[in-house]
């Protein structure tokens, strides 16, 4: 009998690995295990599909399950969920939810790909129909149609964070009178430097959408948010407080957790079994510039670890080198992004910092379309090694945080970065380019 | 008597070499010397001032004259040329040009920031008042007046380079016939693989801009432009050959010259003699792929070796480490960059290169603003070290390269590429960033 792997999870990471896995070892038996209703999808789509730049939820899925199965030869099954895994037996404890039918399904090989799910706080209400967390495309299709249903009218988002800012900017493109409330000072605060994170706040409110920080949620009800600061009217409430890696099953099958619960995995993506394997949002990752086991849910990282996962199961060797810490987004007009450390961060992992937050514009100046763009640089103190980078700006500034998260991952110091080679013309930059104008502002700190 | 420096030029490398000394010496005499109207401008501006994005010439100067004399005290003197250079009596033969009286200046240290002037050949009428070049921004106001004086209705620019491109986008919008008449086969052949310049070729057609290659110009009469392909009507005739760096002066005066006929300078920008310096678009330059000298005649070069020559001449040090060859573009809608070697210059080298040119989109595919992108990974055989990237496509492709370049400078292979921690979300990118896309695809040839 062919060696047997089970992949549990239908997204990103789950078959980057099976293709993976597939290509290196054409005589492996690959089984798909998804409870929902699609394959390899754009989670990160759904803003885009609610605002209506996107016409219907299959043009986020990049792969159908049909193109796994014909192409890959992956026996996709989908409406399937994982109930247990069994690693001394080797088996996993599979229901078919259209069916309502248990069998167990036996493996050589198993990957955790099973992704994260919306914090939902222990609150009064958290557990009405009306409160939403979106996470897979499923999730999105859901929301949508019960906001149209419901002709709904108001929606409340909870937290400012990068989903729940852009679910708000989709809702109040849709049409809805939008309220955001968010417990912290300002939006963005795990990601942003404060300063930063002020300069993204007069982008919201000059969108229309209601925006109420340092508001702490206190319960749900039909039709109403309860905060700190009095009732809310919400026909519907999105919540956008992050997520939690989903590890619910790999814990009960014995495997070792990480950091926030995170599936613990070695730099193939090894989990704590042999034979299992984890990538993607439910398994723990590694940053490069604090040197610290962290938890991120993002579809570049899901890709990555999953290819990864795929390689050493189908037999090859691969190696996840960790991330830096990058993260864009597009707010309400603005173009907001980071990478590396931020302050606060980079002093936690024990770095003493130096900074500098400079005002350029996207463009050249003189030219009619530049806008307003705010850089900021973190480096180490002594040593100028840049160990951060914000960008808050207007279109064509936010994408040039890839310059530095290259700079952050060869370990340059500002000084380096001041003498980048950069690309300049007019119609793109200004003569120093905002990443080495805010460098060399640091230089003079070092 | 303090120490006297004397700069010849004021734009770029000049003035950034003459603010960086007063910056770190505030007792040096510092005398700048500029034939021209004007300081500091850019002179990349030019063809947004044709098109008329730019209301005037001055919204293009960064500093004026008195800027410098006030906040720098710097002696500009506008109109000033510098005729000759005794370095052994250690003085500038300087002529007024508004009161054609001619003077000796003394010196302690000398900087030559004289530019470039652009390649005019041998061809019968060349020097006819109709064939303009287009360098200083000058030349660009005697170009526009021209044009708008004649009522000029037929444009032929000669060269299809970055300058010839860009004038002939920017006398098309401003109006007139355009007729491109380039020698080589294609585009941009200095600049671009012939794969990548071939995508540029249907962008200039579709805006209505006629384009023919493989054309040599013949000789210039008033009103027609004699080529191997008949006669093309104009009234005015743009060349956009590329440019030589303007070392006549340096040479005469007995310094060493380089590639080119470029000043030769140190890592310090020190030219052949003691206290002479050189920057900007009149200096040699440092390829740090190809590991040759090399003549680049860019902004940010100038500026960067400018504030190099500056700090040095000011008692500080600096060096120059050199570029990797990047450049970008902005024609005819699309974007095109480059940074690294091409193939052909990598090969000439020395290298054996593996490529892959891939097809992808400037965002997730699924928005309704997603533009096609071509992107081109060059490197070396064997090793994988990323040596040249190329790009070509919609709003938001091109700056991509400055990802490219801090890798190249940071001698990253393509794996390492792949590894990187880029930034995605819809609006900015597809999951894999085109820069990574096209690493992938060379890792499999490495």
Redesign the interface.
């Known amino acids: 009998m062919p060696e047997r792997l089970v992949v549990i999870g239908g997204d990103?990471a789950g078959m980057a690995a099976a293709s993976q896995a597939r290509r290196l070892n054409p005589n492996l038996d690959i089984v798909d295990l998804e409870r929902g209703t699609r394959t390899s999808y754009?989670a990160?789509?759904i803003p885009?599909l609610v605002a209506g730049?996107?016409a219907s939820p299959d043009?986020?899925v990049a792969r159908t399950p049909e193109e796994f199965r014909r192409e890959h030869r992956i026996d996709v099954r989908m409406r399937h969920e994982a109930m247990a895994v069994d690693l001394d037996a080797r088996t996993v404890e599979v229901r078919s939810l259209d069916h309502d039918r248990t069998f167990r399904l036996g493996f050589d090989q198993l990957m955790f790909g099973t992704g994260a799910r919306p914090i939902r706080p222990a609150l009064p209400g958290i557990d009405g129909a009306q409160v939403r967390g979106v996470q897979t495309l499923d999730d999105g299709c859901h929301l949508l149609t019960q906001a149209k249903e419901m002709g709904c009218r108001d929606v409340v988002v909870v937290g400012a964070g990068y989903i729940g800012l852009e679910m708000a900017e989709a809702f109040h493109r849709w049409g809805a009178r939008v309220v955001l409330v968010e417990a912290a000072e300002r939006p963005m605060s795990r990601t942003l430097d404060p300063d930063m994170a002020d300069r993204v706040v007069g982008q919201i409110h000059r969108l229309g959408i209601e925006a109420r920080f340092g508001v702490g949620v206190e319960g749900f009800e039909a039709g109403v948010v309860h905060t700190a600061a009095g009732p809310v009217r919400a026909d519907l409430v999105v919540l956008g407080l992050g997520v939690a890696p989903e590890s619910t099953l790999a814990e009960q099958a014995g495997l070792t957790l990480g950091t926030r619960g995170s599936i613990s995995v070695d730099r193939r993506q090894a989990a704590s079994a042999p034979g299992v394997w984890s990538a993607g949002d439910c398994a723990e990752t590694y940053n490069?510039v604090s040197q610290r086991r962290m938890h991120v849910a993002?579809?570049?990282?899901a890709?990555?670890t999953g290819r990864v996962a795929g390689v050493n199961i189908g037999g090859g060797y691969a190696t996840?080198?960790g991330?830096?810490?990058?993260?864009?987004?597009?707010v309400c007009g603005t173009?907001v992004?980071r990478?590396g450390l931020s302050t606060d961060e980079a002093e936690r992992a024990g770095f003493q910092v130096v900074s500098a937050t400079v005002e350029t514009t996207t463009v050249?100046g003189?030219?009619?379309n530049a806008e307003p763009m705010t850089a900021k640089a973190i480096a180490e103190k002594g040593t100028g090694r840049l160990l951060g980078f914000q960008i808050v700006g207007g279109a064509?500034a936010?994408?040039?945080?890839?310059?530095a998260?290259?700079?952050i991952?060869?370990e340059?110091t500002v000084m380096?970065v001041v003498?980048?080679?950069?690309?300049?013309?007019?119609?793109?930059?200004s003569?120093?380019?905002p990443?080495q104008v805010a460098a060399r502002a640091v230089v003079r700190q070092v």
Chains 1, 2 share one sequence.
């Open positions: 990103a754009s990160c789509g885009y730049d996107v043009d986020l490069r993002l579809g570049t990282v890709n990555k996840f080198p991330v830096v810490g990058t993260a864009i987004t597009k173009e992004s990478t050249a003189y030219l009619p064509g936010a994408k040039r945080i890839d310059t998260a290259t700079a991952t060869a340059m380096d003498e980048l080679d950069l690309a300049y013309a007019p119609p793109f930059s003569v120093w380019d990443v």
